[in-house]
């Protein structure tokens, strides 16, 4: 079992920064896929960002490429993610997902076995 905590959502106006952070404790190897999704109302949940264990590649949607940064801390099994310049169109509930396995790609959502509550983030014009 893996328990996910996200933390450092907030409202912004357009151009702001934020950075999200999540935390997760239980089984370490379950944490090894980490990603952030996020889901806003009447939509689909969409990858954001990843960073895997091990791994020194970052995947980013198209949609934040060159305005968000996913680090990760191995050693406090941790995820964060740096929100700069962002828009309304970034207006979501940001979520932290892990999973066990390796099938799926990062961005898929039903891959993933685990979820934090999320984070709420709100960027106003």
């Known amino acids: 079992q893996v328990q996910l905590m996200e933390s450092g959502g907030g409202s912004v106006q357009a151009g702001g920064s934020l950075r999200l952070s999540c935390a997760a404790s239980?089984?370490?190897?379950?944490?090894?896929?980490m990603a952030w999704f996020r889901q806003a109302p009447g939509q689909a949940r969409e990858g954001v960002a990843a960073r895997f264990y091990n791994d020194v590649r970052e995947y980013y949607d198209d949609s934040v490429r060159g305005r968000f940064t996913v680090s990760r801390d191995n050693a406090k099994n941790t995820l964060s993610l740096q929100m700069n310049s962002l828009k309304p169109e970034d207006t979501a509930m940001y979520y932290c997902?892990?999973?066990?396995?390796?099938?799926?790609?990062?961005?898929?959502?039903?891959?993933?076995?685990?979820w934090g509550q999320g984070t709420q983030v709100t960027v106003s014009s």
């Open positions: 239980g089984d370490s190897d379950n944490s090894a896929r």
């Open positions: 997902g892990a999973k066990t396995g390796y099938g799926g790609f990062w961005y898929q959502a039903q891959s993933y076995n685990y």
